[in-house]
Every structure is written in C-alpha cells, then in structure tokens.
C-alpha cells in the first residue's frame, strides 16, 4: 500500500536548525542546516497524522530503524521547500517507509528515507506479569 500525501511546503528556520544541530552535538553552520535536519518536517501535522492513522489501522507501534538522508545541495537557512511525501507499507518484515523528496524551483534538492518498524501492540504486553 503506497499514499502520497499532498506537496507541503517547508522552510528552514535559522533557530530551529541551531537548537537541532546543538541538540544531535553538532555545531551550528551559519549557512546550512545540519543534514538530519528534514526529521522535523516528518512531525508536521499533515504526515504524522497520517503515520499514525497507519499504525492505529495496523495496531502497531511505530519504532525508528533506519534512516539516510541524500543531498544534490545543502538546505539553506532561511530558503523554503517542497516536501513531497509517500508512506509505504511492507508486510515482510511488518514496517513503515515514509519516503520524502525535497525539491526547491522543480529541481530535486534532497531524499530522504526513514523506515518505522511496526511492533504489533500485542506483543507489547506479552511479557506484563498476570
């Protein structure tokens, strides 16, 4: 199962990308935000609802495995995006990707995958004393 979620349009915000950096150990740059920077568009409303809608559906919990981050160009402080998203679910092993492309003039700045592992809520309490 693949959905595309509608084009969302993001920025980098000067503040929020030196509090990341500070935030992962890194020094802030003066001009580019830190690399993982894009994993705080992946909480905008728009796609964490409907990262949770899957789970709820899936009755699962979501648990960050992977993630990679490709770049054409560095994300500039200040510059605004098009974040386009797809989620995708897999069966074997049971996960979520959430696939992101960010763009910027029609031209392809970034990729971004990050893979959610679905824990089937169940299991979570198999080890809960009766």
Do not use: N
Request: include cysteine; glycine fraction near 4%.
């Amino acid at each position: 199962m693949a959905l595309e979620l509608p084009r969302l349009r993001v920025a980098v915000d000067a503040e929020r990308a030196a509090a990341f950096a500070r935030e992962t150990g890194l020094t802030p740059a003066p001009d580019r935000a830190p690399l993982a920077y894009p994993a705080v568009w992946l909480t905008a409303p728009q796609i964490y609802g409907a990262v949770q809608q899957i789970c709820m559906e899936a009755e699962s919990v979501p648990v960050h495995e992977q993630q990679r981050f490709r770049y054409a160009a560095p994300l500039r402080l200040g510059e605004s995006y098009d974040l386009h998203v797809v989620l995708r679910r897999e069966e074997a092993p049971p996960r979520l990707s959430v696939e992101a492309r960010i763009e910027t003039a029609g031209r392809q700045v970034a990729h971004i995958e990050t893979k959610l592992r679905l824990v089937p809520r169940a299991l979570l309490h198999k080890g809960d004393a009766a």
